[in-house]
Nanobody
Framework: QVQLVESGGGLVQAGGSLRLSCAASGITFSNGVNGWYRQAPGNERELVATISTDGYTHYADSVKDRFTISRDNAKNTLYLQMNSLKPEDTAVYYC?????????WGQGTQVSVSS
C-alpha cells in the first residue's frame, strides 16, 4: 500500500521560509516523477514543482527562484524549500508521485502566509 505523508506546513509571515517534507512508504520516489502541488480555497489544484527520475526540475513561474524541490533517495523523502513566501502562496500543499500508469497523493499540509 502506497502512503505519502506531508509535514512542515504552518503559519509564517511574508518574506519567511518553510520546508515541506513528504515521506513515502510502499513506493520508491526515485522510480517515478515527483511533484508538489497546491490548492487555495476556491481555486483548482496547481502544479508547483516537479523532479524527474534523473533529477531534472521544473517550476511554476510563480515560484521560480523562490522554491526548491529536492529528493533524498536514501530517506525516500521529497522536500520543498520555500523562501521569500508571499500571501498568495497560502494553500494546502500536496506531494505527488507518478509511477508507470499510477498516481499517488499525500493528504496535504496547510501553508498560510500572513502579510
Amino acid at each position: 500500500q502506497v502512503q505519502l505523508v506531508e509535514s512542515g506546513g504552518g503559519l509564517v509571515q511574508a518574506g519567511g521560509s518553510l520546508r515541506l517534507s513528504c515521506a513515502a512508504s510502499g513506493i520508491t520516489f526515485s522510480n517515478g516523477v515527483n511533484g508538489w502541488y497546491r490548492q487555495a480555497p476556491g481555486n483548482e489544484r496547481e502544479l508547483v514543482a516537479t523532479i524527474s527520475t534523473d533529477g531534472y526540475t521544473h517550476y511554476a513561474d510563480s515560484v521560480k527562484d523562490r522554491f526548491t524541490i529536492s529528493r533524498d533517495n536514501a530517506k525516500n523523502t521529497l522536500y520543498l524549500q520555500m523562501n521569500s513566501l508571499k500571501p498568495e502562496d497560502t494553500a494546502v500543499y500536496y506531494c505527488n508521485v507518478v509511477f508507470l500508469l499510477s498516481q499517488y497523493w499525500g493528504q496535504g499540509t496547510q501553508v498560510s502566509v500572513s502579510s
